[in-house]
């Protein structure tokens, strides 16, 4: 069978999961310095060039899975005060993600972080310096 794209074509794909964990944020002044909880959806969006034997850029099982495990079993049903290292603001979570995943997800390109359903962070891993977490 033949594959319409030639080797030199890019694609973006985009995985999104949910999941469930509480905060606080001590410096914050308003209602938001309380223990409160979201049901956050994070978009995991990787970019490269689509494979030409598989016409693919990554299977989305495999994103899903390495996403799965590396982040959603470590920040599902949990305080995020007490697994990050730094106050979890939408910002730093969203940046905490990205750096979790560059070296599982060579090709990761944007996280989108919606902490609820009309307010939302974007992180681009060309704008996140890669440090020990």
Known sequence: MKYLL???????????????SAHSLPNYPGHCKNVHGHTYRLEVT???????????????????????EHII???DHCYLNDVLPYIPTAENIAIWICRSLQNKVPTLYK???WETPTSCVEVYVT???TSSM
């Open 6 to 20: 030639a080797p030199q074509n890019i694609a973006s794909i985009t995985k999104v999961f949910t999941f469930n």
């Open 111 to 113: 996280i989108k972080l």
């Open 127 to 129: 704008d996140v310096q």
């Open 73 to 75: 079993k470590k920040l």
């Open 46 to 68: 990787i970019r490269g060039p689509v494979n030409t034997e598989t016409g693919m850029v990554m299977d989305f099982y495999d994103l899903k899975s390495l996403v799965k």
